[in-house]
Structures are given as structure tokens and as C-alpha cells.
């Protein structure tokens, strides 16, 4: 059963860089046809689709955030990875990762790491 | 990008009721529509994909119906572990991935 585990900074200085790595256990990074996304929830407020990237590397970012994103896969240690950039409060939230499938739904996430950015 | 609208915000029902919430879409998304329940503390789950079918597990109670842009989730009789958040999300042309803003069914 395919398992999803972030990890990463969970406080994060105003102008600095968030990093958060998701490692896949069950399954692997490479297996094509899914794509393996990053999704983040505000406190109190709904979900936000930050990215995505496949087996192959291609991405798909959010145009909102898409100039200070970047994703990443390292099948090596099968996991991928999220840096965002010049963060600000408004960052502050709860970042899922997730396995989206072949058809766009998502039936498996991570169990979600807060991330505060505060000084 | 196409936008998905959830009504009401709020939902107070009791136990034992019937549920409706709707979803609609700022355009068609024929019938790539997928339903979530998300409760205090964890990760969204997966209830209805292709609008109208269960995902592994999921309770007879859940059904979802529609296509184009109007979508409804119908939880018939509630149960106690129901009351949570639900959320639609399109898939019918991603990315990017849209979702609803949820809606908060709670106990009346």
C-alpha cells in the first residue's frame, strides 16, 4: 500500500526558502502515469494545488505561484521535493503531498506538515 | 482555469438526515468531478470519483450525481463521523488542479 511521509522546516524566516521533501514508501517515484504533487491548506481556509511532477520530470506549477516553485525527484532515495521561495505569512499552512492519478483524482496523501513563516 | 463553486458554506443537520451539497463548475467538466471529506487534523480522503462513483471503502450512503457544471453530493442518513468538510475538485482539464471551497457540514 502506497504510503506518503513529509518532512522538512515546519518555521520558515519571511524572505527565506521553505523546503519539504515527501518520501514514497509501497511504491516508486518512477512508476509512470501518476503524478506526484504538492497541495497546501491555510489555517481555517481551503485547498490550494501548489504543483506537480511526473515520472519524467516534466512540472506543472500554480501560475500564482509558479516563479517561486520548484520541484524535484530523486529516485535514488524515492522521494520528491518542494522549495518555494521568498515566503511570507501568507505561506503559512499545512502542505500536503499527494499522489494524483492518471485521471487527475487524489486518493493518496500524506498525513500534512505545517509550515509557519514567522520572524 | 476553471473555477468550482460550493453551496452552501455551511450545512447544520442532524443525525439521521438527509444531506445535500452542491458543486458547480464555471465550465463543463462533463463528468470529471471528485468529492472529498476532510476532518480536523487530517488529510482530505477520496469518497466520489467520475461524479458519481465510490471510492474503495466508501459508505452506500455517499452518492454523487450530475455532469457539465452542476454537481451534488448526497449523504443520506447522517451519521455521527460525517459531520467534516467536503470539498469538489475537477479533473476534467488539469492541470491546474481546482478545487471548491468546501463546506462545512455540521451538527445542527
Known amino acids: 500500500q502506497l504510503q506518503l511521509q513529509e518532512s522538512g522546516s515546519g518555521l520558515v524566516k519571511p524572505s527565506q526558502t521553505l523546503s519539504l521533501t515527501c518520501a514514497v514508501s509501497?511504491?516508486?517515484?518512477?512508476?509512470?502515469?501518476?503524478?506526484w504533487s504538492w497541495i497546501r491548506q491555510p489555517p481555517g481556509k481551503g485547498l490550494e494545488w501548489i504543483g506537480s511532477?511526473?515520472?519524467?520530470?516534466?512540472?506543472f506549477y500554480n501560475s500564482s505561484l509558479k516563479s517561486r516553485v520548484t520541484m524535484s525527484v530523486d529516485r535514488s532515495k524515492n522521494q520528491f521535493s518542494l522549495e518555494m521561495s521568498s515566503v511570507t505569512a501568507a505561506d503559512t499552512a499545512v502542505y500536503y503531498c499527494?499522489?494524483?492519478?492518471?485521471?487527475?483524482?487524489?486518493?493518496?496523501w500524506g498525513q500534512g506538515t505545517l509550515v509557519t513563516v514567522s520572524s | 482555469e476553471i473555477v468550482m463553486t460550493q453551496s452552501p458554506a455551511t450545512l447544520s443537520a442532524s443525525p439521521g438526515e438527509r444531506a445535500t451539497l452542491s458543486c458547480r463548475a464555471s465550465?463543463?467538466?462533463?463528468?470529471?468531478l471528485a468529492w472529498y471529506q476532510q476532518k480536523p487534523g487530517q488529510a482530505p480522503r477520496l469518497l466520489i470519483y467520475?461524479?458519481?462513483t465510490r471510492a474503495t471503502g466508501i459508505p452506500a450512503r455517499f452518492s454523487g450525481s450530475g455532469s457539465g457544471t452542476e454537481f451534488t453530493l448526497t449523504i443520506s442518513s447522517l451519521q455521527s463521523e460525517d459531520f467534516a468538510v467536503y470539498y469538489c475538485?475537477?479533473?476534467?482539464?488539469?492541470?491546474?488542479?481546482?478545487f471548491g471551497q468546501g463546506t462545512r457540514l455540521e451538527i445542527k
Open positions: 499527494a499522489r494524483v492519478s492518471r485521471y487527475g483524482m487524489i486518493p493518496i
Open positions: 509501497g511504491g516508486s517515484v518512477s512508476t509512470a502515469g501518476y503524478s
Open positions: 511532477i511526473y515520472h519524467n520530470e516534466t512540472t
Open positions: 475538485q475537477q479533473n476534467n482539464n488539469w492541470p491546474p488542479i481546482t
Open positions: 467520475g461524479a458519481s
Open positions: 465550465q463543463s467538466v462533463s463528468s470529471n
